[in-house]
């Protein structure tokens, strides 16, 4: 999820005052359909993050998973971003 604008956004719920933009990337259990784990990335710039870097970071999440499933092969054995 990419929110441009936080105060543009009529629920969101802030974790800072400051923070005026965020990228939010869920991980999702396939299995489950279960949220397991959430990048969440805040700004205190307006627009300070766009579509590509919202790309790059489920990309970098995306790594992550698959390097976390070859090294433990165990708990996110089917677990994947929603992109």
Known sequence: MLVKNVNECKNYIACDN???????????????KIVTAVLDVDSTVKEGFDEVDQHYLELIVQKYLNWHYKRTKSFFTKTNIII
């Open 18 to 32: 400051e923070t005026q933009s965020e990228i939010v990337v869920p991980v999702i259990d396939e299995n489950s």
